[in-house]
């Protein structure tokens, strides 16, 4: 019984984990997004 406790406490962890690199990851995207506006700005819009 302890022990299947500790499976599912190791499976949270892991299910948090993961949650956490894909919010990192989808921040990330978001920044190379506000960076293509920052120069889509400083250019004018000439593409």
């Keep these: 019984l302890h ?3 500790e499976k599912k406490r190791e499976k ?3 299910r948090e984990e993961e949650r956490e690199r ?3 990851e989808r921040e990330m995207d978001g920044e190379r ?3 293509r ?3 889509k700005e400083r250019w004018g819009d000439h593409e």
Excluded: A
Aim: aromatic share 0%.
């Design 3 to 5: 022990r299947v406790r």
């Design 12 to 14: 949270e962890k892991e």
């Design 22 to 24: 894909e919010g990192r």
């Design 33 to 35: 997004d506000r960076e």
């Design 37 to 39: 506006e920052r120069e």
